[in-house]
């Protein structure tokens, strides 16, 4: 539910920005998105008192000189502990994974951009759309119609005890953005002779990278 909320923010955001932007001036896109995130703001410092102690450090009570010496003796104990040892190391492997996996998901704010902007005709199944519209919110509006449905998956999975670990979830999830890079890399074959390609092969391939982010987001993340 988290995670389907942001993404439609994301998605009426995606949307917004570009209209407004090639429409009007960039300088209204970005300052629509700021607009937004001081609302944000606003909403978090009204709301902030319901999340209890959500977030709130464990050493925050502490004075702040004996609070730097707890934190460094946290972790020098977790170096002595078999099982936090090996937590901490899983943890930081997964992170760099994870630092690989979002370096390549978010070529959309770069070369997908420029991409769909100089090489991509504006029809979508039935429709005419700015194929940086698509660029923009596709992952979003695929997020959330999907993360309900592998929710449940991964639900329905747990309790025959098949669902996959977080390890085997990050493996398919960079296995999946391989195989949508493919994708993005067969616009090519459906390009004609202005260099002018289908912006339904582009939509599919954020299909499958979004398949890919849900098999490592939030669920990895989290963990």
């Known amino acids: 539910v988290f995670y389907a909320g942001i993404n439609l923010g994301a998605f ?19 300052a629509a998105a700021a607009a937004v995130m001081v609302l944000g703001l606003i909403t978090f410092l009204l ?11 464990p050493l925050a009570n502490i004075a702040p000189k004996k609070r730097l010496l707890s934190e460094i003796a946290v972790y020098v ?5 078999r099982i936090a040892r090996r937590k901490l190391f899983a943890a930081l492997i997964l992170t760099l994974f994870s630092i690989v996996f979002f370096a390549l998901f978010e070529q959309a704010g770069g070369s997908l951009a420029l991409f769909a902007q100089e090489n991509l005709h504006n029809k979508l199944l039935f429709f005419t759309v700015d194929p940086n519209i698509v660029n923009n919110a596709a992952n979003s509006l695929y997020v959330i119609a999907f993360s309900p449905i592998l929710g449940v998956l991964w639900l329905a999975l747990d309790k025959k005890r098949l669902n996959p670990n ?3 979830k990050f493996a398919i999830g960079f296995v999946l953005l391989a195989v949508a890079f493919y994708v993005f890399y067969s ?12 912006l339904n092969v582009f939509a599919l391939a954020y299909l499958v990278v979004t398949l890919a982010e849900l098999c490592i987001s939030p669920i990895g993340l989290s963990m």
Do not use: Q
Request: hydrophobic share 40%; aromatic share 16%.
């Open 12 to 30: 009426f955001g995606g949307v917004l920005c570009v209209w407004l932007g090639k429409g009007y001036g960039w300088n209204y896109a970005f």
């Open 47 to 57: 709301t902030k008192k319901h999340l209890g102690p959500i977030g709130n450090s």
């Open 77 to 81: 104990g977790a170096l002595t502990d």
């Open 166 to 168: 977080t390890v085997i």
């Open 187 to 198: 616009c090519r074959f459906f390009a004609d002779e202005n260099g002018m390609s289908s």
